[in-house]
């Protein structure tokens, strides 16, 4: 049995469905074998309305994937998102009735303390990430395990959302027969190939702006600090042109790929542009100032809601990012977004795409798969965290058996 | 109870809609209106001196209210019946010490003066009496109306509007749970003389039911202050609000928590806001929600339309209470919630420095969310996110030039 293993990311996006197969490499790295991409239908903001369809979807692409490298996949790595997710930080606290050595057992006795907070009744936690473990006062103790102590606090970010969207969206991978190796938020998910460990220690708010979602995270000194969806996203964009300008969607869809900006139009040069004929489309001259304020107002709105929501969360968290802001996601290929956020964040921008990252070179250089890249990233460091003990040991524990290359 | 000619009326209109509705009572001193009504349980006044006809009807009225904890009284003030009967009635229930809440309307001012004067006496003597006392004033809820609306349509939106802060009254005094409003609460919060008062109600089902509610509650003409374009405007600042939810078993704890913290945010951090929620409703059927809320502290005087609420000034003068309650109520959502909101939107549209604004608004909600029509809002800070940001912002942009 070789040391590779195989890790399977799936996006469930508002605009396509991408599976990413990739492979482990040493030191955590991956190298992306290949992609399986299908676009999307029955899905709206990020979230499943038409189950049927979504499922004949994800089909689809876990074939084209399948097809694409010659891989069997079995198990994935879900990616959600959603309006519905919501976040907070907590902590844990455990007072031992001694000084001892700490366990594995305390530490995840602290952790069940600090999701003891009640919940909205239709809500499940999803994600409880570690921000810092203080023993005795002593703050930010990397490891406490094994070290003599008796009070063990631990901050969490935890994440959680509505229980049967949730389950919702991990129905239609269920129904072809895949097992969910875990499900992840989407923007977690992206920054791990986003930034890098040295960007989370400083500080980096990473915002990933999908077709129906904007997604985004704050990292600061190293950990999780903030994270929230914004249902708003590259869809509204096609959407505001489509009513603006009078056009159908897939052609202000195309509008906005060819000569769509979120330049300040006051900024730029008018003109117009000329829309040919189409079967059952008119042709028409846009001005390109009208299409310009279209998408400014949006974009600047989507960072203005984005802006107000971290402020809100307290903590002057905007001040202290050392590395500024990432954007990736579809829709950071948008000319001009980059000096909008900065514009509106007051902070260093950058259209970042999945990095540190091995294999197919053309797919991951497009901010579109961060998300997917990323889930398989995640699942490789997971996958180490919580398997110290290596392949063999998972194997045995009758995981990973299913990976097993040409198979097929 | 309904009290007086409009009283039958209302009643009527709501044994109709709601068959089957128990603890309904008419009184009138008009034999021909009561024999007309299709309530069956009447008391008639005998006709002549209304004192003398009242003390008759002590006994009777005395063992139709036995074993009753609350009455909420329901009539039009002004006319023969109502402006004697009301507050007769609320002292003689108050007597029985059962708690009394009243919803009458206020007289059009074409009715005449003294149709007025007689009116605002009896809501005088209204308040010294009950509980609490919702007044819905027929000149405002008319003042904006298209000058081509029948009479009988002006009528019939007085009537509905009071039906519906009947029923949301009585929803709230009835006190059902599992979340109670007080009566106490209800006090505080209707049972001021000169105080202001602000009704909204909603009703929606489906998978956005509450935003749905909530958005129709808002845009209630009465909760939105003149001249602001953003919904729910007139509750900034007021000092209590009172929510009642009432819904099907499965409304949830999230959904309630989102009503509260959506006032909240518009009403302002140190309002009170106490909520009352109902799940007697069957399964499936879609949520209501009324709001109510008074301008508390000092009177505020009739301000000419266009003046917002927070800038009038306390009044001294015998100038009576104005309450005023607005709720589209459930049958008629249709027709019914159009007509008031348009009323409330014309009525700002004698300030023309805010005109624009208003109507820009009005446009956006209906036909501006295209593909997202079907789906769930994105609702933050009050603005609908699917509606593109330009028409909110009331952007100007060229049209395309069609070849």
Known sequence: MSKEQIFVGL???????????????????????????????????????????????????????????????????????????????????????????????????????????????????????????????????????????????????????????????????????????????????????????????????????????????????????????????????????????????????????????????????????????????????????????????????????????????????????????????????????????????????????????????????????STAIGLTKYARLITKDSHPEGMLERIAQGFGGIFKRGSR | MGVGNAGVTILDLLAVESPGKKGLLVVNNDPESLSASVVTERIAVPEGDPGEGFRAIDGEFGRAVSGASSVVLCGGLGGGSGSFLLPALAILAKSHGITVAACVGMPFSFEGRDKKELAEGALEKLYTVCDAVAVIENDRLSAGAPSTTAVGEAFTLSDRTLLASFTALHRMISTLGPVKITRSDLKNVLGIPGTRTFFGAGMAGGPNRLHEALEMAFKSPLLSAPGRTTPGSALTGVPSVLLLLQGPPDLSFAEVQMAVSEIERIAGESCQIKTGVHTDLSAGSPITLSVIASSGGARRPEKPVGTRVSEAAPETDGVPPRVEVLKAPPSVQGSSAQTTTTTSRKTSAKMPAITKQTQGTLDLDTYQRGRFDKSERTIVAGEDLDIPTFLRRGIKLTPPHRN
């Open chain 1, 11 to 369: 996006e469930i996006g508002t605009t396509k469905i991408c599976v990413i197969v990739a492979e482990s490499r040493a030191e955590d790295q991956i190298s992306i074998l290949g992609v399986g991409e299908t676009p999307s239908r029955g899905i709206r903001k990020g979230e499943i309305v038409d189950m049927a369809t979504v499922t004949e979807c994800v089909r689809e692409a876990i074939v084209d994937a399948e097809e694409k490298t010659n891989v069997e996949i079995g198990n994935v790595w879900v990616a959600i998102t959603g309006s519905h997710l919501r976040s907070f930080n907590n902590r844990g606290t455990l007072i031992l009735p001694h000084p001892r050595q700490i366990e594995q057992a305390d530490l995840d006795m602290v952790q069940t303390n600090a999701k003891e907070i009640a919940l909205p009744p239709p809500n499940t936690f999803l994600h409880t990430i570690l921000q810092a473990y203080h023993l005795d006062g002593n703050r930010n103790v990397i490891d406490p395990l094994e070290s003599e102590g008796m009070q063990l606090e631990a901050d969490f970010h935890i994440v959680h959302g509505v229980k049967t969207r949730i389950t919702n969206h991990l129905r239609c991978v269920e129904a072809l027969n895949l097992e969910i190796e875990d499900v992840v938020l989407s923007s977690l998910a992206s920054a791990q190939v986003v930034v890098t460990q040295h960007q989370k220690d400083i500080g980096v708010l990473v915002v990933d702006i999908g077709g129906g979602t904007t997604d985004y995270l704050i990292y600061l000194d190293g950990a999780v600090r903030h994270s929230g969806v914004l249902a708003i996203g590259g869809d509204h964009i096609t959407n505001d042109i489509s009513v603006g300008l009078k056009l159908p969607i897939a052609r202000a869809e195309i509008l906005k790929i060819q000569e769509g900006s979120a330049t300040d139009p006051d900024a730029s040069e008018g003109g117009v542009i000329t829309l040919k004929n189409d079967p059952g489309f008119l042709g028409c001259d846009i001005d390109r100032r009208s299409l310009g304020t279209i998408i400014h107002c949006r974009v600047k709105e989507i960072f203005e809601l984005l802006k107000r929501d971290v402020e809100n969360a307290g903590g002057d968290l905007l001040g202290l990012l050392g590395a500024g802001v990432m954007i990736t996601g579809g829709c950071a290929r948008l000319r001009g977004i980059a000096a909008v956020a900065s514009d509106v964040l007051d902070q260093a921008v950058q259209v970042s795409t999945a990095r540190n990252v091995g294999g197919a070179l053309q797919t991951f250089e497009n901010p579109q798969y």
